[in-house]
């Protein structure tokens, strides 16, 4: 290749340095100049003039002339053909250095690329998170958090089959002994039912609102009859005045343990607007879960009847619920009124087959002494658990669930006390002669 390149070298520096052909006619020099631009002679023909006969002579005559420049045209054509030759051969030689250092920066792009990946330099964003030691070890927590959270829900779970077990094994057992019963006429004395839930009341209790509303609205009455025997037996009259709270638990005769609370306190307002708003929070308007009242019931003005649901958070991932039936009724009298309450508590989830049978009596009575006027509100309230509480007391889920109705009758109470004192704040002036006491 070198060999080609160094003779068309010396080629053209020849043809060059060759001396102009004399005794050429300007004519015959623009033919040649023509050749050289179009490397061929049959141009001549197209463009010479046709000769006429004085001219063929004269062109005879000098033929012989004419062989030496002949020869030069001859070698000119070579020369030219030459020149295009080494030209295009340059131009292909251009073109593969061209072609050569086209795949070089290809090369070296992709030599780049991979050295880049190698280094980490141009990886992405999720592959810099999955090389880096922290994403394993955030990897690693958020795992063991969950881990922690399937390990609670399956205890939580694990605790509800076995209140359920527990559940369905003493409802069983109050089935069972409904089915050994007569079927015609049996009743069951009042004395048996106050103050204790048995096995036929809590079914009775259980089968549907209806019917728990309807036994309830026949114990309101019951319980009216029983107003006074009740007050004496909590002692109302030794308690002093604006006592707020006082928890009792009472085991008359060996039966069923319960809950007591009693309640004495003075309200500094006339005896019908404490009447009249005690009896607008009857129904316990603050509790809006769930909540449905019942319409079909005697003597509406004076009878209310309502459920709802109260929640509470036992951990971070365990939550129970109570569903509560209340049923109240006011009953008039010349010198007092009283009000009563009647609720069912019914667990839920872990809590079923944890209920309470309730019972509030409530007697309103003016009041007037040498240093206090106003109404007098006394209160005597009694839980009745099933069988079910008081055989499993040592139960953690079973203190739970008394931690949680003792945190509800808390809440009821300071609410009670607030809707009310808002009430006869709207309603009334208080009596300038009431001392109010701390």
Same mark, same amino acid.
């Given at each position: 290749?070198?060999?080609?390149?160094?003779?068309?070298?010396?080629?053209?520096?020849?043809?060059?340095?060759?001396?102009?052909?004399?005794?050429?006619?300007?004519?015959?020099?623009q033919?040649i100049?023509?050749?050289?631009?179009?490397?061929?002679?049959?141009?001549?023909?197209?463009?010479?003039?046709?000769t !006429?006969?004085?001219?063929?002579?004269?062109e005879? !005559?000098?033929?012989?002339?004419?062989?030496?420049p002949?020869?030069?045209?001859?070698?000119?054509?070579?020369?030219?053909?030459?020149?295009?030759?080494?030209?295009?051969?340059?131009?292909?030689?251009?073109?593969?250095?061209?072609?050569?250092?086209?795949?070089?920066?290809?090369?070296?792009?992709?030599?780049?690329?991979?050295?880049?990946?190698?280094k980490?330099?141009?990886?992405?964003a999720?592959t810099?998170?999955?090389?880096?030691?922290?994403?394993?070890?955030?990897?690693?927590?958020?795992?063991?958090?969950?881990?922690?959270?399937?390990?609670?829900?399956?205890?939580?779970?694990?605790?509800?089959?076995n209140?359920?077990?527990?559940?369905i094994?003493?409802?069983?057992?109050?089935?069972?002994?409904?089915?050994?019963?007569?079927?015609?006429?049996?009743?069951?004395?009042?004395?048996v039912?106050?103050?204790?839930?048995?096995?036929?009341k809590?079914?009775?209790?259980?089968?549907?609102?209806?019917?728990?509303?309807?036994a309830?609205?026949?114990?309101?009455?019951?319980?009216?009859?029983?107003?006074d025997?009740?007050?004496?037996?909590?002692?109302?009259?030794?308690?002093?005045?604006?006592?707020?709270?006082?928890?009792?638990?009472?085991?008359?005769d060996?039966?069923?343990?319960?809950?007591?609370?009693?309640?004495?306190?003075?309200?500094?307002?006339?005896?019908?607007?404490?009447?009249s708003?005690?009896?607008?929070?009857?129904?316990?308007?603050?509790?809006?879960i769930?909540?449905?009242?019942?319409?079909?019931?005697?003597?509406?003005?004076n009878?209310?009847?309502?459920?709802?649901?109260?929640?509470?958070?036992?951990?971070?991932?365990?939550?129970?619920?109570?569903?509560?039936?209340?049923?109240?009724?006011?009953?008039?009298?010349?010198?007092?009124?009283?009000?009563?309450?009647?609720?069912?508590?019914?667990?839920?989830?872990?809590?079923?087959?944890?209920?309470?049978?309730?019972?509030?009596?409530?007697?309103?009575?003016?009041?007037?002494?040498?240093?206090?006027?106003?109404?007098?509100?006394?209160?005597?309230t009694?839980?009745?658990?099933?069988q079910?509480?008081?055989?499993?007391?040592?139960?953690?889920?079973?203190?739970?669930?008394?931690?949680?109705?003792?945190?509800v009758?808390?809440?009821?109470?300071?609410?009670?006390?607030?809707?009310?004192?808002?009430?006869?704040?709207?309603?009334?002036?208080?009596?300038?002669?009431?001392?109010?006491?701390?």
């Open positions: 290749m070198a060999t080609d390149l160094e003779f068309l070298d010396q080629l053209t520096a020849f043809l060059d340095t060759e001396p102009i052909v004399r005794g050429l006619t300007p004519r015959k020099s033919q100049d023509d050749l050289q631009q179009h490397g061929s002679p049959s141009s001549w023909g197209a463009d010479s003039p046709p !006429s006969v004085n001219e063929s002579d004269s005879s !005559s000098s033929g012989v002339e004419e062989e030496a002949t020869k030069r045209y001859k070698r000119r054509i070579d020369a030219a053909e030459l020149s295009r030759r080494r030209q295009r051969y340059r131009q292909r030689q251009k073109q593969a250095r061209e072609e050569l250092r086209r795949q070089e920066r290809e090369l070296s792009t992709q030599v780049q690329v991979i050295t880049e990946t190698r980490g330099a141009k990886t992405t999720r810099d998170l999955v090389l880096a030691k922290s994403f394993w070890k955030r990897v690693a927590l958020h795992q063991r958090e969950q881990r922690h959270h399937v390990e609670a829900e399956k205890k939580r779970l694990a605790a509800i089959v209140a359920q077990a527990k559940y094994e003493s409802m069983g057992g109050v089935v069972r002994e409904f089915l050994t019963l007569p079927s015609c006429g049996y009743t069951i004395p009042r004395s039912v106050y103050d204790k839930v048995d096995d036929r809590w079914l009775r209790l259980k089968s549907s609102d209806t019917a728990l509303y309807e309830y609205l026949q114990d309101l009455y019951d319980s009216h009859g029983r107003v025997k009740v007050l004496n037996e909590c002692g109302i009259d030794s308690l002093p005045v604006n006592t707020i709270s006082s928890l009792h638990r009472h085991n008359p060996g039966g069923v343990e319960y809950v007591q609370l009693v309640n004495k306190f003075l309200q500094p307002f006339s005896f019908e607007d404490t009447c708003s005690l009896w607008k929070i009857a129904d316990l308007p603050y509790r809006h769930d909540r449905e009242v019942f319409r079909d019931i005697p003597d509406s003005d009878t209310v009847a309502v459920k709802f649901r109260v929640k509470k958070m036992l951990s971070k991932d365990c939550s129970v619920s109570i569903l509560k039936r209340v049923v109240a009724r006011r009953f008039g009298h010349e010198d007092r009124v009283v009000m009563i309450w009647k609720v069912f508590w019914e667990g839920e989830g872990i809590f079923s087959g944890m209920d309470i049978d309730e019972t509030a009596w409530v007697c309103i009575r003016p009041y007037c002494d040498d240093s206090h006027i106003g109404a007098m509100t006394e209160t005597c009694r839980q009745v658990p099933v079910y509480l008081t055989s499993r007391k040592k139960d953690p889920t079973v203190q739970a669930f008394w931690k949680m109705t003792q945190e009758n808390e809440e009821d109470e300071r609410e009670i006390v607030r809707f009310l004192a808002k009430l006869l704040r709207n309603d009334c002036l208080p009596n300038p002669k009431v001392v109010l006491e701390e």
